[in-house]
């Protein structure tokens, strides 16, 4: 006997579905077939099938990426040499 099934209505960005439409097309799928995949993953696993993180760095270390990509332009570092640095962050 064959599973009863139900439709679902979500709303998600225009460009978004296009590029999941794309990327599943690849795999030989289509957007409901990706979304079941996706469902019995998470409940066989009992959670998110993958980590769910903030990709954003803290202030210090965005002041730091900031400082090396300006060293990176300027070729000039606040520092000249190592010793200095290492003085500077009490090592």
Do not use: C, H, W
């Amino acid at each position: 006997m064959a599973n009863a099934t139900t439709n679902l209505n979500i709303r998600l960005d225009v460009e978004l579905k296009k590029q999941a439409e794309e990327l599943f097309a690849e795999f030989g799928m289509n957007m409901t077939t990706a979304v079941n995949i996706f469902l019995r993953q998470a409940v066989r696993e009992g959670s998110i099938p993958f980590a769910i993180k903030l990709n954003v760095p803290n202030a210090e270390t965005a002041t730091a990426m900031k400082e090396g990509e300006d060293i990176i332009k300027s070729g000039k570092s606040r520092f000249n040499n190592t010793e200095e640095m290492f003085k500077d962050l009490g090592i």
